[in-house]
């Protein structure tokens, strides 16, 4: 009898859970393959310390190989899932694509950045799901810090040491913790004019810090802040962005060369296209875990809308806690289908929540205890280190070494601005340029041809476009500024949460292209005519169907070259919404 095929997609909280808890299950019994764009688990939570330098990396980034024993792994993103014929098509790194079958399915996609209709957030905000953008954040910050030590211009040196951070949840509340006290030591080595000093905004339209939690813990935060010369402003938001600034809700425009999109997440995109019933982005499954209609179909964590058994009519809201204890009940009720144990539904207890505030300060109530300052430090410290389920040691190491060695702050270079946009359907991967072209292209049978220019939009630039945007690039840079991605001005929408009108916007110089963009742009008009004649059946970002090397009926083992599909990291270029803005939890 054949060993049952266990498809899981994603490692996340939830997906990296249910692997490592069937791999111990099945001793063998089963083939169990993780489907994931990186070969890593990304322990999230602590990110802000590697976007400010306590931590490194590769710290936060554990081994999917290294700890997943008798789990194979599979480098690439999923671009559709065909339940009739139980399988999963996916895009290795390198733009092949490839065909995954399954006897169970595991949905753990994970989550998002939650877009709204803001007009200029998208060209000139950057989020902070993923390891590239947390370096990133790092280097900008340094960046901004150094030019405006340099500068003559007060008010250049006050645009670019301030920091506007929008979202008061945790990851907003905590990169402003940790940004404030980050520019607080570099202005020591690198002293700004005279009466001068680092400015953060965290800005929220709700009426506190940390809205979820409980009022303690929210004063808490609240009061570390402000301590530490955060401007806490509830109740307002960004009403427009631009290069220069950001104009807030209340009608004060703020010079800035920095705004950190922090409002929230929502369901990974590769959702919507599975067919079944969502609610508000996520797929509706019942107490078990399971699709309705799709016994064989689980799903879990950010992309899984699961009954909360403890408020009836409710669902669980979207937190790692959730996502890491769901990871572990999908795969005991996976491993009771195929006739191992007992499956149960998902119910949690509270065990409480931690927020680091950097240095000693925490907001912390295990078990319903409110704790502050060091000793809510020390209990958020242990309960990481406990949560980790890899590099205990090293992130131990690290937090010694920042405890009596003065913090580096050097600016790498390896993430520009173009490479982590915020409307990205993959903030894991930083795009690249020369990496696998179509993301923006149509999928047409001569689209997976060596040395295709990529899409319609970047053809249609052409090579007297490209030099313009080369010799704007470089006036920027030497002004000191990094030039945002290129991007087409976008269409008139309904009224953002400001009340005015989405205004055109001029389209921003890009950064840069390298010598496959150069090529792409020589043989732009050899090409754009067979992409705009394709464009009608094409396939943009992550919204389109598979080609011909994703159908059920081939092998996985035969695997063409993609040309448009979901999570490919082009050059710079224009990057195409295919969500719904709104859509995932406030």
Known sequence: MSRPRIVIVGAGFAGYRAARTLSRMSRGKAEITLLNPTDYFLYLPLLPQVAVGVLEPRRVAVSLSGTLRRVQLVLGEADDIDMDARTVHYTDPEGVEGTLEYDRLVLAV????????????????????????????????????????????????????????????????????????????????????????????????????????DERLSAT??????????????????????????????????????????????????????????????????????????????????????????????????????????????????AASCG???????????????????????????????????????????????????????????????????????????????????????PELARVPGGPRGQEGDKTGEAGEKGAAGSGEADELGGERLTEIIDNTEKAQLAGAEPAPHRPAPEPTASPPGGEPQRSRPEPAES?????????????????????????GGKAGRAGKPGKAGEAGKPAGKREPAAGRRGAHPAPGPVRRDDTPTQGDS
């Open 512 to 536: 840069r292209p390298g010598p496959a963009e150069k090529s792409a742009g020589k043989s732009a008009g050899k090409h754009s005519g067979k992409a705009r004649k394709a464009g009608k």
């Open 340 to 426: 191992v144990g007992e499956r149960r539904p998902y119910r949690h207890r509270d065990l409480g929540f931690v927020v680091d505030l950097g240095g000693l300060q925490a907001a912390a109530d295990p078990f319903g205890v409110p704790l502050s300052g060091p000793l809510a430090g020390a209990v958020t410290h242990g309960y990481h280190l406990a949560a980790m389920p890899g590099n205990r040691v090293r992130v131990a190491a690290d937090w010694l070494l920042e405890a009596v060695l003065p913090r580096q702050s050097v600016q790498l270079g390896l993430v520009r601005s173009w490479s982590v946009p915020l409307d990205t359907a993959s």
């Open 221 to 334: 935060a609240d009061r570390v802040l402000r301590r530490r010369g955060v401007e806490v402003r509830m109740g307002t938001s960004v009403k427009e962005a631009t290069h220069d600034g950001v104009l807030l809700t209340d009608g004060e425009f703020v010079r800035s060369r920095t705004l950190v999109w922090c409002v929230g997440v929502r369901p990974d995109p590769l959702v919507e296209r599975t067919g079944q019933p969502l609610e508000r982005g996520r797929l509706v499954v019942d107490p078990f875990l399971q699709v309705p209609g799709r016994p064989e179909v689980f799903a879990c964590g950010d992309a899984a809308a699961v009954p909360d058994l403890n408020r009836p009519g409710a669902f669980t809201p979207m937190t790692a806690q959730h996502a890491w204890r769901q990871g572990k009940a999908a795969a005991v009720n996976v």
């Open 110 to 213: 994970g989550s998002v950045n939650k877009l709204l209709p803001i007009p200029g957030v998208a060209e000139h905000a950057h989020g902070f799901r993923g390891m590239p953008e947390a370096l990133y954040l790092r280097d900008h910050v340094v960046r901004q810090i150094e030019l405006a030590a340099a500068t003559d211009d007060p008010e250049d040196c006050a645009a670019r040491c301030t920091f506007v951070v929008v979202g008061a949840g945790y990851t907003g509340t905590e990169v402003a913790a940790h940004g404030a006290m980050f520019t607080d030591s570099m202005v020591r080595n690198h002293p700004l004019r005279e009466g001068m000093r680092p400015r953060w905004m965290l800005l929220d339209i709700a009426p506190r810090v940390l809205p979820e939690l």
